[in-house]
């Protein structure tokens, strides 16, 4: 049995972790062209074929906002079909919940003088919270977000959480 986190993008993030926790895949997938449709279709064939009928699933959902919501949503639908057409059952986790999940609120500051991360600063955040929490490094945010999304499928399964603020995350997941 593995637990496998997907975190879909151009470079989509995918990590298999064992019984133990322990990363047995960690890499970053892309499509075999440049051009659309066959850089999706082959992104979507080439995750596919990492992922095994046993293996307990968790892949981020939607993007709230991006500048490419065309490629995202044919994507994260893509992904969802094709494990769906495999029979394969997967839980989606919202993006905040992901980061929840490792303590990151997105906010920096005290209160009354808190500002909001963003982009580059919010994913160095969630860097340093795994190296913190768990002593992953991966130099791909996508790798490190579907390295988080694979622990809280370990975590579902297990019956078993790290840290307190992790309890909530793993308890509103529904299965896909």
């Known amino acids: 049995m593995r637990f496998v986190g ?93 980061k929840k999940f490792v303590d990151v609120t997105g906010w920096i500051g005290e209160p009354g003088n808190k500002r909001r991360l963003k982009d580059k600063e919010k994913k160095k955040a969630v860097m340093d919270a795994v190296k913190k929490h768990y002593g992953f490094v991966h130099s791909s945010d996508n790798v490190v977000d579907a390295y988080i999304l694979a622990q809280i499928a370990r975590s579902m399964h297990t019956k078993k959480v790290k840290y307190e603020h992790q309890i909530s995350v793993v308890e509103n997941l529904k299965l896909a």
């Open 6 to 98: 997907i975190d879909p993008a151009s470079k989509t993030g995918f990590v298999a972790l064992g019984p133990d926790g322990m990363p047995l895949k960690s890499k970053e997938i892309t499509g075999d062209s440049e051009k659309d449709p066959e850089r999706m279709a082959t992104l979507i064939d080439n995750i596919i074929y990492q992922v095994d009928k046993e293996d307990i699933i968790c892949i981020e959902g939607f993007p709230y906002a991006t500048q490419r919501a065309m490629f995202a949503g044919g994507l994260h639908h893509g992904i969802r079909n094709a494990l769906w057409k495999r029979g394969i059952r997967y839980y989606e986790v919202a993006p905040n919940s992901v």
